[in-house]
């Protein structure tokens, strides 16, 4: 091979690496570029679920017929909350936010179904004080009810909860009168109490029948509603669950407690019964929500004239 033909061999050669060269550089590049644009959509998904997850509450609003409910309650106004977790993603502040929203509903009646103060953190005697001020600030008028949840210690929490004007329903039954002479039932379970006595349902309580009364039942996990659905309470009024915090669609959600795997959408119909399941309005030790706001549940009960056949 001549030396001119040598020459023009080295020069394709060097030709065909500087072509191969210039072809992987836009290849790192735009591989460089796709790592970027992933990390920036975590970052933006974790900011997201940390700081504006928790904390944008939504009021989810519903509408509750019956045909048993006493003609006084018609269009009665009820709010649950649930879940508070004192100490986690709720402060204070956040608390009093919450009740500004709550008394700008004007509910007739609050119901709070469990789990205040977070077990993580230890309640100590200002924090006692921050929420029973918080809570002092709800309308005077309304009528409130809270059960246990499966994180209240049961001395502090009932301290809290009667000192912030709550009626403490521990596996008992109270008659609400409201402008005549027919109540309704409502019934509040412990369930930090092993097998709580769900015959109270079907129980005469003032000489009264349960069977005649509009039943309304707080429990805080929902998964045990399946204990006591077969003594047809009217409506079921549960928490516990925090609707999972992270929320991907068209999947069962993440992070999921114990007692709360069955059910854990906002509402179900089982036989003639309505439950209603709150997201709750805190977090837990995984403080993010995903596709999933904190929640005040607001009802409106409808009297239905019954249809005969």
Same mark, same amino acid.
């Given at each position: ?15 065909? *690496?500087?072509?191969? @060269? $210039? #072809?992987?550089? /836009? ?5 460089? %570029? +796709? &790592?970027? =644009? ?22 989810? *609003?519903?509408?509750? @017929? $019956? #045909?048993?409910? /006493? ?5 009665? %106004? +009820? &709010?649950? =909350? ?39 953190? +230890? &309640? ?186």
């Amino acid at each position: 091979m001549s030396e001119s033909d040598n020459r023009m061999s080295r020069y394709e050669s060097k030709k065909e *690496e500087i072509e191969e @060269e $210039s #072809t992987k550089e /836009p290849q790192v590049k735009s591989h460089k %570029k +796709i &790592i970027i =644009i992933i990390i920036l959509v975590l970052m933006a998904l974790i900011a997201y679920s940390t700081i504006i997850g928790p904390s944008f509450i939504d009021v989810k *609003e519903y509408k509750v @017929e $019956s #045909t048993l409910l /006493p003609e006084s309650f018609h269009g009665m %106004k +009820i &709010i649950q =909350i649930s879940d508070i977790h004192y100490g986690t993603s709720i402060n204070q502040k956040q608390l009093d936010r919450i009740i500004k929203k709550i008394n700008k509903i004007k509910p007739d009646i609050i119901f709070f179904t469990g789990d205040l103060v977070d077990k993580n953190i +230890i &309640i100590t005697d200002d924090i006692k004080t921050e929420i029973i001020t918080s809570f002092s600030k709800l309308n005077k008028d309304t009528y409130k009810y809270a059960i246990y949840g499966n994180e209240d210690n049961e001395s502090t929490y009932k301290d809290i909860i009667e000192s912030s004007g709550f009626t403490l329903l521990n596996n008992e039954t109270t008659l609400l009168y409201y402008k005549d002479q027919t109540p309704i039932m409502i019934t509040g379970f412990n369930i930090k109490k092993t097998n709580p006595n769900y015959t109270i349902l079907t129980d005469y309580i003032n000489e009264l029948d349960p069977e005649a009364l509009y039943k309304i039942v707080l429990v805080h996990e929902p998964d045990t509603i399946d204990n006591f659905i077969n003594y047809n309470p009217n409506l079921i009024l549960a928490g516990h669950s925090l609707g999972g915090l992270i929320k991907i669609p068209f999947i069962k959600p993440l992070l999921l407690p114990e007692n709360s795997k069955k059910y854990y959408e906002d509402c179900y119909k089982l036989n003639d019964t309505d439950v209603y399941i709150s997201n709750g309005l805190g977090t837990t030790s995984i403080k993010a929500r995903f596709n999933n706001h904190p929640s005040i549940n607001f009802y409106r009960l409808y009297k239905t004239e019954e249809v005969l056949n």
